[in-house]
């Protein structure tokens, strides 16, 4: 049974940074690609970053130069590193596992979410 769970998540001041961590369990990460999503309250889901299984990375054009996507294969987790956060950050941020390793699609599996609140 394939699980992720996120954690990391919290309140930050206009500026700060968080990192979001994916653990998953119950299949081979290292084969998948895999996804950060976020959905601000009102809005629809939308997708933030993205990381093949070798490591290429795609991001939204809203956190470009803000946000990083890594992963660590040997421990099964995805990051999400998040500078400079802005108040319209704020959202409760999932993680998926795609479909295929050499580019991201996504795929049945989430996480239950994590908020992110950026506020003074």
């Known amino acids: 049974q394939v699980q992720l769970v996120e954690s990391g998540g919290g309140l930050v001041q206009p500026g700060g940074s968080l990192r979001l961590s994916c653990a998953v369990s119950?299949?081979?990460?290292?084969?998948?690609?895999m996804g950060w999503y976020r959905q601000a309250q009102g809005k629809q889901r939308e997708l933030v970053a993205s990381i093949t299984r070798d490591g290429r990375t795609n991001y939204g054009d809203s956190v470009k130069g803000r946000f990083t996507i890594s992963r660590d294969n040997a421990k099964s987790t995805v990051y999400l590193q998040m500078n400079s956060l802005q108040p319209e950050d704020t959202a409760v941020y999932y993680c998926?596992?795609?479909?295929?390793?050499?580019?991201?699609?996504?795929?049945?599996?989430w996480g239950q979410g994590t908020q992110v609140t950026v506020s003074s």
């Open positions: 119950g299949s081979g990460f290292s084969i998948y690609a």
């Open positions: 998926n596992r795609g479909r295929t390793w050499s580019f991201y699609s996504a795929g049945d599996y």
